[in-house]
């Protein structure tokens, strides 16, 4: 069955530590994007990518990093600069701008 | 950004009645999409629809472009159907802008 898996579904963090959030689609799709959510918040855009080793900034990239080497993959690194890293994160992918995107099942990172 | 605002922010229905969940947007979309998010977080795609009618079994959908409004039904509801509904628009920046949802409990 074609999906997105990210890995792994609890993470915790300790202050200062960088902390690398997997996301591999079987898909074939183009695009991918990676979406913060806040306890009773919507979506918010943190990066996104259309296309293999071409990535974009979203709303709220500061203190986040990621690569696009492959099309399968999309990690996202979250920085010891990130402020409030603890939210659940949500990994995405599309075959295009104009498309449905079909999201992972998230991570759940928090800082201890 | 577009601003997108859903309503109602909560709704309790007892199972088998039938609801309307609206989404208004500030500006004109060329991508609009209803997801379900479920108690555990999964976000899943109930329908693309930057304009037109769509149905999927008890669900459907109708986005009218021109006065900027999308309003998704749910006929028969049921437990299953609880959780939140969010509305999301692209205006073309490949950003795609989320409502803060509606959250929709189902009761037996």
């Known amino acids: 069955d074609g999906g997105i898996t990210q890995s792994p579904k609890y993470l915790f963090r300790k202050e200062g530590q960088n902390v690398t959030l997997s996301c591999e689609q079987n898909?074939?799709?183009?695009?991918m994007y990676w979406y913060r959510q806040d306890p009773g918040q919507g979506l918010r855009l943190i990066y996104y990518s259309q296309i293999v080793n071409d990535f974009q900034k979203g709303d709220i990239a500061e203190g986040y990093s990621v690569s696009r080497e492959k099309k399968e993959s999309f990690p996202l690194t979250v920085t010891s600069a990130q402020k409030n890293p603890t939210a659940f994160y949500l990994c995405?992918?599309?075959?295009?701008?104009?498309?449905?995107?079909?999201f992972g099942s998230g991570t759940r990172l928090t800082v201890v | 950004g577009i601003q997108v605002e859903q309503s109602p922010p909560d709704l309790i229905l007892q199972e088998g009645a039938n609801s309307t969940l609206r989404c208004n947007f500030s500006d004109s979309v060329n991508n609009l999409q209803w997801f379900h998010q479920n108690p555990w977080g999964q976000l899943i795609n109930l329908f693309y629809?930057?304009?037109g009618t769509k149905q999927n079994g008890r669900l459907s959908a109708t986005t009218v472009a021109t006065e900027r409004y999308s309003l998704l039904y749910i006929s028969s509801s049921q437990t299953t159907d609880s959780g939140v509904y969010f509305c999301?628009?692209?205006?073309?920046?490949?950003?795609?802008?989320f409502g803060t949802g509606t959250r929709l409990t189902v009761i037996p």
């Open positions: 999301a628009v692209d205006g073309g920046a490949n950003n795609l802008f």
């Open positions: 629809i930057p304009s």
């Open positions: 995405a992918s599309s075959r295009g701008r104009n498309d449905g995107y079909t």
């Open positions: 898909l074939n799709h183009d695009a």
